[in-house]
């Protein structure tokens, strides 16, 4: 086990009136597993990921990673969990525009204790050829695929991805979801994916299903299915 939530909950107070995001989720999860957590909007699916990630503190309950209760971390080292352990794709790609491919992965590599070598990941993304390249002068599946390098440069236990292929085609989304499989693979690494697209669960060696702040059910699958065959 890698990562355990107990009784976590999520509370926001918006004055007069509170929003429970997130409801006495329980969850466990094991090193080189690709998860998805599945829901609609509002379900908490980002809610969890941004807990999960040490993006967001918990109202309650407690979060564990690696024997480590990082629920208890004051913001330094919190930070420094999210630097040295975690690697975050969004929907939406957050690269700066004056920097070159490569120099928008360089960021995160000065920053990482135990890097990656950058033009490998390039390789491993598809893009090397492309790494002088600025973000203007890439499709966006070729930025989504830069994001991914960047998070992936850090070479950390565990990437957390919101929503990575939301804003893209059917195809570059396959692309993507096949290089965060052989990230997985290759390194031996956790992926947790957050989508409110069902196809994409098939992948999955387990899914969570979240409904109104509530972990709902949790299914392991048995049978993934290839990336190829998923419909999307």
Do not use: W
């Amino acid at each position: 086990m890698l990562i355990k939530g107990e009784k976590i909950s999520k509370i926001y107070d918006m004055g007069e009136v509170k929003v429970n995001a997130l409801l006495d989720a329980d969850f466990e999860i094991d090193k080189e597993e690709f998860l998805v957590i599945l829901g609609p909007s509002g379900s908490g699916k980002s809610t969890l990921l941004n807990i999960i990630g040490g993006m967001d503190k918990l109202s309650s309950g407690t979060l564990i990673y690696n024997n480590q209760i990082i629920s208890k971390l004051d913001s330094k080292n919190l930070t420094l969990y999210r630097r040295n352990n975690i690697g975050f794709v969004f929907q939406f790609y957050n690269l700066m525009p004056n920097l070159t491919a490569y120099e928008n992965i360089e960021l995160a590599h000065q920053i990482a204790t135990n890097p990656l070598d950058i033009d490998e990941v390039l390789k491993d993304v598809g893009l090397y050829e492309r790494k002088n390249h600025f973000p203007s002068q890439l499709s966006g599946g070729e930025q989504q695929r830069i994001a991914l390098a960047r998070a992936l440069v850090k070479n950390p236990d565990v990437l957390l991805c919101d929503e990575p292929t939301g804003a893209l085609d059917s195809k570059t989304s396959k692309e993507v979801l096949k290089i965060l499989y052989k990230f997985l693979k290759k390194y031996k690494k956790t992926v947790i994916i957050i989508t409110h697209n069902s196809e994409i669960s098939k992948i999955a060696n387990r899914v969570f299903y979240l409904k109104d702040g509530r972990i709902e059910n949790i299914v392991n699958n048995k049978n993934p299915i290839s990336i190829d065959e998923v419909v999307l």
